[in-house]
C-alpha cells in the first residue's frame, strides 16, 4: 500500500510538474503570439479573458463528470490535450487568428479540468497519507513554471518560431504524462450525504470563505505577473533588463516557500500558517507601495513570493477536507471543483482592476488594494482549521491509511 501511495504521490507531483511549465511556455510568450497572429491590441484582452472563463466553465463540468467519470481519468486525459493545444496555439499559419483561437479555447476547457482534478487528487492524497503534502505538489507546479519561463526566454532570445519552442517540450511532456497517469491514485468513492445538505448539495456557505481567500489570492497573485515588471521600470526608475526581475525572484521565492510549507502545516497547522502566510504577503505589498528604489521593490516581491506561495495549497486542501468531514467523500472534489472556479475569477478582476486603480490614480495606491484584500484572508484563517482528531491536528494518522483506488485499478 505505501508503494501504491508513493508512486501516486511522485506520478502526480510530475502532472503539476507539467502543467506549470505548459501554463508559463503560453502566458510568457504572448507577444510573440501577438505578432505571429497579427492579433490587435484591442482583441487580445478578448483572448486572454476567453481562457480563464472557458477553464471556468471546465471546472463546473468537472464537478458533474466525477459523479461518473474518477478524477484520475479525467486527469489522465486532460492533461494530453493541454499539451496539444499549446502545441497548436503555436502552429497555426501567420495572420490566421481563427486556429490560435480554436487552440485557446480547447487550452481554456482542458485546463479547467486539469487543474479542478489534479487539486481533487492532491486533497485525497494527502488524506490517505494523513498529512500535509499539498504544498509539495504546488511547489511541482511553481517549479515547471521556472523552467517554462526559462524556455520561453531562451525562445525568445533566440528568435525561435512558437512550434520550435512548444514541440520539444510537448513531445517530452506528454509521452511522460501518460505513463505516469498509470499510478495515479483517487480517492475513497462514496455519496454525498444527503441528509447533511441542502437540496443534496453543497452548502455554499461552507465554501464561501475559502472562496474568497481563493479569489484574494489570485488578484495578489495577478497583480505581481502582470505588473512587476512594469511597476518597476515604471514607478521605481528601473532598467528594462532589471524590470524582468521580479517575477522571477517571486517564482523562486514561491518554490521556496512551497518546498518547505509542508512542514509547517504539520507543527504549527494550517491555520496558523496562513495567518503568517497573509501577513508576509501585506508586508510585501507594503514594501512594493513605498519602495524608494527598485532593490527595495525586489525585496517586496521577494515577499509576495513566501507570503502568497501558501494560500492557494491550502485552500484547495481545506475545502476538500471540510466537505469530506461534512458531507462525505462525494462532496470534496465537488467542493474542489467549485473552489477552483474563484482561480480564474481572481485572475479575471486582478489584473484590469490594478491597471484600471494605475492610471486613474496612482500604480503606489493600486498596491494597496490587494494588500488590504490579503489582509481580510486573516478573518477567514479559522476556517482553515482541521479538527482535533483529524490531521494536521496534531493526530496524524498512520501514512497508508485510507489508501484510495489507483487508476489502474489498485
Same mark, same amino acid.
Given at each position: 500500500?505505501?508503494?501504491?501511495?508513493?508512486?501516486?504521490?511522485?506520478?502526480?507531483?510530475?502532472?503539476?510538474?507539467?502543467?506549470?511549465?505548459?501554463?508559463?511556455?503560453?502566458?510568457?510568450?504572448?507577444?510573440?503570439?501577438?505578432?505571429?497572429?497579427?492579433?490587435?491590441?484591442?482583441?487580445?484582452?478578448?483572448?486572454?479573458?476567453?481562457?480563464?472563463?472557458?477553464?471556468?466553465?471546465?471546472?463546473?463540468?468537472?464537478?458533474?463528470?466525477?459523479?461518473?467519470?474518477?478524477?484520475?481519468?479525467?486527469?489522465?486525459?486532460?492533461?494530453?490535450?493541454?499539451?496539444?493545444?499549446?502545441?497548436?496555439?503555436?502552429? $497555426?499559419?501567420? #495572420?490566421?487568428?481563427? &486556429?490560435? @483561437?480554436? =487552440?485557446?479555447?480547447?487550452?481554456? /476547457?482542458? +485546463?479547467?479540468? !486539469?487543474?479542478?482534478?489534479?487539486?481533487?487528487?492532491?486533497?485525497?492524497?494527502?488524506?490517505?497519507?494523513?498529512?500535509?503534502?499539498?504544498?509539495?505538489?504546488?511547489?511541482?507546479?511553481?517549479?515547471? $513554471?521556472?523552467? #517554462?519561463?526559462?524556455? &520561453?526566454? @531562451?525562445? =525568445?532570445?533566440?528568435?525561435?518560431? /512558437?512550434? +520550435?519552442?512548444? !514541440?520539444?517540450?510537448?513531445?517530452?511532456?506528454?509521452?511522460?504524462?501518460?505513463?505516469?497517469?498509470?499510478?495515479?491514485?483517487?480517492?475513497?468513492?462514496?455519496?454525498?450525504?444527503?441528509?447533511?445538505?441542502?437540496?443534496? #448539495?453543497?452548502?455554499?456557505?461552507?465554501?464561501?470563505?475559502?472562496?474568497?481567500?481563493?479569489?484574494?489570492?489570485?488578484?495578489?497573485?495577478?497583480?505581481?505577473?502582470?505588473?512587476?515588471?512594469?511597476?518597476?521600470?515604471?514607478?521605481?526608475?528601473?532598467?528594462?533588463?532589471?524590470?524582468?526581475?521580479?517575477?522571477?525572484?517571486?517564482?523562486?521565492?514561491?518554490?521556496?516557500?512551497?518546498?518547505?510549507?509542508?512542514?509547517?502545516?504539520?507543527?504549527?497547522?494550517?491555520?496558523?500558517?496562513?495567518?503568517?502566510?497573509?501577513?508576509?504577503?501585506?508586508?510585501?505589498?507594503?514594501?512594493?507601495?513605498?519602495?524608494?528604489?527598485?532593490?527595495?521593490?525586489?525585496?517586496?516581491?521577494?515577499?509576495?513570493?513566501?507570503?502568497?506561495?501558501?494560500?492557494?495549497?491550502?485552500?484547495?486542501?481545506?475545502?476538500?477536507?471540510?466537505?469530506?468531514?461534512?458531507?462525505?467523500?462525494?462532496?470534496?472534489?465537488?467542493?474542489?471543483?467549485?473552489?477552483?472556479?474563484?482561480?480564474?475569477?481572481?485572475?479575471?478582476?486582478?489584473?484590469?482592476?490594478?491597471?484600471?486603480?494605475?492610471?486613474?490614480?496612482?500604480?503606489?495606491?493600486?498596491?494597496?488594494?490587494?494588500?488590504?484584500?490579503?489582509?481580510?484572508?486573516?478573518?477567514?484563517?479559522?476556517?482553515?482549521?482541521?479538527?482535533?482528531?483529524?490531521?494536521?491536528?496534531?493526530?496524524?494518522?498512520?501514512?497508508?491509511?485510507?489508501?484510495?483506488?489507483?487508476?489502474?485499478?489498485?
Amino acid at each position: 500500500m505505501t508503494d501504491v501511495l508513493r508512486r501516486g504521490r511522485a506520478s502526480l507531483a510530475f502532472g503539476f510538474f507539467a502543467q506549470g511549465v505548459a501554463f508559463a511556455l503560453l502566458v510568457t510568450r504572448i507577444p510573440a503570439i501577438q505578432d505571429r497572429y497579427g492579433i490587435s491590441d484591442g482583441l487580445l484582452p478578448v483572448f486572454l479573458a476567453a481562457v480563464p472563463i472557458l477553464a471556468g466553465a471546465g471546472s463546473v463540468t468537472t464537478e458533474q463528470l466525477v459523479k461518473r467519470i474518477r478524477p484520475s481519468r479525467l486527469l489522465r486525459w486532460s492533461q494530453p490535450v493541454v499539451l496539444l493545444a499549446l502545441l497548436g496555439v503555436g502552429a $497555426g499559419a501567420p #495572420g490566421e487568428v481563427a &486556429a490560435p @483561437a480554436v =487552440a485557446l479555447g480547447i487550452f481554456g /476547457l482542458a +485546463v479547467g479540468a !486539469l487543474d479542478a482534478s489534479m487539486n481533487m487528487l492532491g486533497v485525497s492524497l494527502q488524506r490517505s497519507y494523513g498529512r500535509s503534502i499539498m504544498l509539495s505538489f504546488h511547489a511541482a507546479y511553481s517549479l515547471g $513554471g521556472i523552467l #517554462g519561463a526559462s524556455l &520561453a526566454w @531562451a525562445g =525568445a532570445h533566440w528568435h525561435l518560431a /512558437l512550434w +520550435v519552442s512548444y !514541440l520539444p517540450v510537448v513531445a517530452l511532456l506528454l509521452p511522460g504524462t501518460l505513463v505516469g497517469s498509470r499510478w495515479y491514485v483517487d480517492g475513497e468513492p462514496g455519496p454525498v450525504r444527503e441528509g447533511r445538505a441542502q437540496g443534496g #448539495g453543497l452548502v455554499f456557505k461552507l465554501l464561501l470563505p475559502l472562496c474568497l481567500v481563493m479569489t484574494f489570492a489570485y488578484i495578489g497573485d495577478s497583480t505581481v505577473s502582470n505588473w512587476s515588471a512594469k511597476y518597476l521600470k515604471d514607478v521605481l526608475g528601473s532598467s528594462e533588463q532589471l524590470a524582468t526581475v521580479p517575477y522571477n525572484v517571486y517564482m523562486v521565492t514561491t518554490l521556496v516557500g512551497r518546498t518547505i510549507g509542508d512542514f509547517g502545516v504539520r507543527r504549527f497547522g494550517a491555520a496558523a500558517v496562513v495567518r503568517l502566510g497573509a501577513l508576509v504577503a501585506a508586508s510585501g505589498f507594503a514594501v512594493v507601495a513605498v519602495a524608494p528604489g527598485a532593490w527595495v521593490g525586489m525585496l517586496g516581491f521577494t515577499l509576495l513570493g513566501l507570503g502568497l506561495c501558501v494560500l492557494v495549497p491550502q485552500t484547495f486542501a481545506a475545502a476538500g477536507r471540510h466537505a469530506f468531514e461534512n458531507y462525505g467523500p462525494g462532496a470534496s472534489d465537488a467542493a474542489i471543483a467549485r473552489l477552483n472556479i474563484f482561480n480564474y475569477v481572481g485572475f479575471l478582476i486582478g489584473s484590469p482592476l490594478v491597471g484600471a486603480l494605475g492610471d486613474a490614480w496612482s500604480y503606489r495606491g493600486a498596491m494597496l488594494v490587494p494588500l488590504v484584500l490579503v489582509l481580510v484572508t486573516l478573518g477567514y484563517a479559522r476556517s482553515f482549521a482541521a479538527q482535533p482528531d483529524r490531521y494536521g491536528g496534531g493526530h496524524e494518522r498512520p501514512r497508508t491509511a485510507d489508501v484510495g483506488r489507483g487508476s489502474n485499478g489498485l
